[in-house]
């Protein structure tokens, strides 16, 4: 079987373990089911996820024109803290950014190798965890803009880490007494006092289970330094495909290329 389109980041679904579909230009496959099969992968251009242009990708699956003008790849989606929308300020389009800003957000731990902190959407939860490889997730807070929980967030991580390592991520390895609750209780003093409203120390730890084993060894390949890779899917985890040998690749970082997958 053979596919062809545009790349953008796999979507998910939660279970026991967690379903994923390859989204190819609206081809929907659901990626559980190729596992034990070989793939075979080539990257044949680009198309922007914003403007389809055929330009090469920047970042964010987004050509170099539409990352410094779209809305949805504003600083603010990095920095939540830099919103505006809150005091009625426009950054690039205000109707979008007032539907992303001015939406509830959550504040949450995860556990992705390390204990990190992080901002997501209300509406984004689990997908957001799923997205980056957790293990473990806690909500700590929810807000009722993007600001709000941007503040929360820059003040924990002072104290605790608010990026994934991926490298760890992929190992999986974690210890059994971790407790994201003991972390939840033991950071409260560090939510800044006009946001102590917020705090939320009743949410459950969820446990979120891949179809992934811990391979012996990890190396990360792009389309851009390796075109073509074939390779038999052993796993999933966060947006990585595992292949057998530990070559992984993470669909979400190839958001706007284009590319031909074919099914042995």
């Not at 190729?34 to 680009?46: E, N, Q």
């Not at 830099?82 to 205000?94: K, M, T, V, Y």
């Not at 605790?160 to 003991?182: G, I």
């Not at 038999?232 to 997958?261: C, D, P, S, V």
Request: aromatic share 12%.
């Amino acid at each position: 079987m053979k596919f062809h389109g545009q790349i953008l980041k796999m979507r998910t679904e939660i279970g026991t373990p967690i379903q994923y579909y390859m989204n190819l230009s609206g081809d929907m496959l659901n990626v559980n089911l190729l596992i034990g099969r070989s793939l075979k992968l080539s990257h044949t251009g680009y198309e922007c996820v914003n403007c389809g242009s055929s330009q090469p990708v920047y970042r964010m699956g987004f050509c170099k024109k539409c990352f410094f003008e779209s809305p949805y790849a504003s600083e603010t989606i990095i920095r939540p803290e830099l919103s505006r929308a809150h005091l009625g300020e426009e950054e690039r389009n205000f109707e979008v950014e007032k539907k992303i800003q001015l939406a509830p957000h959550i504040v949450y731990l995860a556990y992705t190798g390390d204990v990190k902190v992080g901002v997501t959407r209300e509406h984004q939860v689990p997908t957001r965890w799923i997205d980056q490889g957790a293990t473990f997730a806690l909500p700590i807070a929810k807000t009722e803009n993007r600001y709000e929980a941007g503040m929360i967030e820059m003040a924990l991580k002072n104290h605790l880490p608010d990026k994934t390592n991926y490298r760890k991520m992929l190992q999986d390895d974690y210890e059994d007494d971790l407790d994201l609750a003991d972390f939840r209780e033991k950071i409260k003093e560090y939510f800044p006092e006009e946001y102590q409203n917020f705090f939320r120390h009743d949410d459950e730890i969820i446990r979120l289970d891949y179809p992934y084993d811990t391979p012996e060894k990890i190396s990360v390949f792009s389309l851009d330094k390796q075109p073509e890779f074939e390779g038999k899917l052993i796993g999933i985890k966060g947006q990585y495909l595992n292949f057998e040998g530990g070559n992984q690749i993470n669909i979400r970082a190839h958001e706007g290329y284009t590319m031909t997958l074919e099914i042995f």
